[in-house]
């Protein structure tokens, strides 16, 4: 993804989107209540666009400005569908950027009590796809080829990081030697005895097998700290959300878990996992209802941390 390149279809898209969802809503501008927006994190040429159209039309049309974080809407996206869990909750938020634990007291007050420590799972996906040789984003391409290989075929190391922390780079980079060594090490060697030919040739017929094996280490990291968020905190109301929620292997798994544990499990329905213009709303609704309305000189933020406790 090329930040300029993405701004500058934000602004050539913004217009035509938002006559487009007005058009299919069967309202008119006028009929809005409020006028919200992604105020951080994200790529901050996309971010400007919108918060500029977004204060652009609060001013025209004299409606309150709301500005919303981009990960308190994934959290959040749980409560779209009709089933949705009860405070307090948690949510594991898994996406290309964040890894994270939230507990969620409130619409409005939420609390990260774990977080990686260097890379985002999703980022994990990604790595090993382009690794392998498959396309970005390649992170659904290893779901669909985990669903034909054997998940205990290769071993994988699980990072043994204390409290409620993630840490994924080290993962990586045992991916990283086990295919540089065509699949007998996942330790670095100074000469590594796999030629090109041979690297290739490992891949190309352990495809599956591979992707079923680091999907099923990404997500036993993820579900083993979930799994102790939910010892240590009492709560048994667990969602999980962000894009990798849409993985099949992580959807099951999770689903497993809570049987095992005897939670009430949630999963927002898949498009509400990716980034989506729902869980921006379903967050401003909240934000409205308790008068939580942003300034014009607001600005958006490329990188922010967050802990809301009002």
Known sequence: MVPELAGRAHLQQIIPVTDAALKKAA???????AIAFTQSPGL????????????????ALNKPLIAVHHMQAHVLANLIPA??????????????????????????????????????????????????????PGGPLIDRYAKEGNPQAFQFPEPQIPGLNFSFSGLKTAILYFLQNAGKSTVYKEIFTATEKE???????????????VQHRIVSILLNKLKKAADQTGINQICIAGGVS???????AFTAMGIKN???????PFEYCTDNA??????????YIAKDFADLDVVPSARSSWNIKN
């Open 44 to 59: 901050i040429g996309a971010l400007l666009v919108g918060a500029s159209f977004a204060k652009s039309l609060s001013l």
């Open 246 to 252: 849409a993985n099949s292997g992580l959807r099951n």
């Open 199 to 213: 690297k290739k040739d490992f891949i190309n017929h352990h495809l599956a097998d591979i992707c079923a094996s």
């Open 262 to 268: 005897g939670w009430r499990t949630f999963i927002p």
């Open 83 to 136: 089933e949705r869990p009860e405070f307090p909750f948690l949510c594991l938020t898994v996406s290309g950027g964040h890894t994270q634990i939230v507990k969620c007291n409130g619409p409005q007050q939420m609390e990260v009590i774990g977080e990686t420590i260097d890379d985002a799972a999703g980022e994990a996906f990604d790595k090993t796809a382009k690794l392998l040789g498959l396309p970005y």
């Open 27 to 33: 309202i008119t501008l006028q009929e809005i209540d």
């Open 278 to 287: 729902g869980m921006i709303a379903i967050t401003a609704y909240y934000k």
